[in-house]
């Protein structure tokens, strides 16, 4: 299996990430194991979930990291994972942001639920306007130095703070963030080539894009408004099902035909091959659907299929 190197850490990481936001939500406990089982046991090492998951479902926050912890405790295989987390998002009243006096509180409880003394990459989940980038930065070098955390990342940041943030931490010589968790996918790619990616490339930033199926559209299982009751996410559907949508599902179509491969695979495997990419977030809620997009790494696209696929998604 090949490894990327995460940014200028430590960390390698095999070119598929697997997304726990449905664990404890679409996936049940023993359904989620059998998936953390089946991607490990395939040489696959990235878990990434949130503190977050799945606060809008009846299991609420901390499903997830409560399900991968369990599973961590029962398997063994803690050391077979670079297990990933985030958390600044909204867990309750007063229990958001970047502040270091949250920080604490959340990388704790996330440990807790994770049965880990420690975080492989743990993430600041979105911006935080209100908090200075000092603040956040000393706070996650405490947790660095306390052995809590090995690697910090970045998700939903825009290039001005991320940029600012790289060297706020250089100035200082703390940590930084060696990773940035943008939207991209094949149809969402106007926020993240448009400044992000440069940035990222230039300052040797990983990126490991979430919803890089655009939340199962790119699977091609949704070609109608018919289709939209598939699944609990069927109803974003309607944001993609355009004219720009059909094009960019009669590409992934075409390439697909001609590799052999489903459009899920090619999904996953144009966001692979782009510059400064380590690996696309995905997500499963069975071992069949998780094989087939453990397939994508395996998948190398010609010049051809990637022109076809550029060209039907141009932003």
């Not at 807790?112 to 600041?124: E, F, N, P, S, V």
């Not at 930084?176 to 790619?189: F, G, V």
């Not at 400044?195 to 919803?211: H, K, N, R, S, T």
């Amino acid at each position: 299996m090949e490894l990327r190197r995460l940014g200028r850490s430590d960390l390698r990481i095999a070119p598929l990430v697997l997304g726990g936001n449905v664990f404890g939500w679409t996936a049940d406990e023993a359904t989620s194991f059998a998936i953390l089982d089946a991607f490990v046991d395939a040489g696959f090492n990235c878990v990434d979930t949130a503190d977050v998951y799945s606060r809008w479902a009846p299991a609420g926050g901390g499903a997830s990291e409560t399900v991968i912890g369990k599973w961590l405790k029962a398997s063994g295989k803690r050391d077979k994972v670079v297990l990933a987390t985030k958390f600044g998002m909204e867990m309750g009243e007063g229990m958001k942001g970047l502040s270091a006096r949250y920080m604490t509180e959340a990388v704790e409880a996330s440990l807790k639920r994770l049965q880990t003394d420690y975080i492989d990459l743990y993430q600041a989940h979105r911006d935080d306007p209100d908090t200075p980038q000092e603040e956040t930065a000393e706070a996650f070098d405490r947790l660095v130095k306390a052995g809590k955390v090995r690697v910090i990342g970045a998700s939903n940041f825009e290039p001005a703070r991320l940029k600012s943030a790289l060297e706020i931490s250089g100035a200082n010589g703390w940590p930084r963030y060696e990773s940035l968790q943008p939207l991209y996918n094949l149809y969402d790619r106007a926020g993240f080539e448009s400044g992000l990616q440069a940035l990222c490339v230039e300052q040797e930033v990983g990126v490991i894009p979430f919803y890089g199926l655009a939340s199962g559209f790119l699977t091609g299982k949704y070609r109608s408004e018919a289709d939209f009751g598939k699944s609990p996410r069927g109803g974003r559907m309607s944001n993609y099902l355009n004219d720009r949508g059909r094009r960019i599902l009669g590409a992934l179509d075409e390439v697909s035909g001609r590799r052999g491969a489903s459009p899920a695979q090619v999904a996953l495997a144009w966001v692979m091959a782009q510059p400064g990419l380590t690996g696309p977030i995905a997500s499963a809620t069975t071992v069949a659907q998780l094989q087939e997009l453990t397939g994508a790494a395996e998948l190398k696209l010609s010049g051809e299929d990637l022109a076809a696929l550029d060209a039907a998604s141009a932003p």
